[in-house]
């Protein structure tokens, strides 16, 4: 049979115990064998009410990393953009996503014999 409370719990955002920080268990995705959160922030910005998607809990986020995220934004600091060319974003996402990638060697090469040449030192 259909359980709905499967279903209300999978579409609606719950709260948690911090400020504008709520949370809501993916249909699509799982973490440790349970559907895995997506967390949003809730802030208030020009006037205007702003729901922000800050990560989901198999990336790393937790409640607490939300609420530090939102209060940067609630003092209006900025997120950390950094003015970054091609060649240093490529190295970030190596550290982070390709470092045990199987292909990792034909994505350093390709990257090294086309990518670098052409785009290495533009700013994205």
């Not at 349970?34 to 989901?56: F, L, M, S, T």
Request: hydrophobic content about 35%; aromatic content about 12%.
């Amino acid at each position: 049979m259909f359980d709905t409370r499967l279903m209300e719990a999978t579409m609606a955002t719950k709260k948690t115990k911090f400020l504008g920080v709520f949370y809501r268990l993916s249909k699509k995705y799982s973490f440790e064998g349970k559907p895995d959160q997506i967390w949003y922030i809730v802030y208030r910005a020009d006037n205007r009410v702003k729901w922000e998607k800050v990560g989901q809990s198999s990336q790393g986020m937790t409640a607490v990393k939300a609420a530090q995220i939102r209060n940067e934004r609630v003092l209006g600091q900025k997120p950390q953009n950094k003015d970054l060319n091609f060649e240093e974003a490529f190295e970030i996402a190596y550290e982070r996503h390709l470092s045990n990638y199987v292909m990792k060697k034909q994505h350093l090469a390709f990257n090294r014999e086309h990518c670098r040449p052409l785009f290495g030192q533009k700013k994205l």
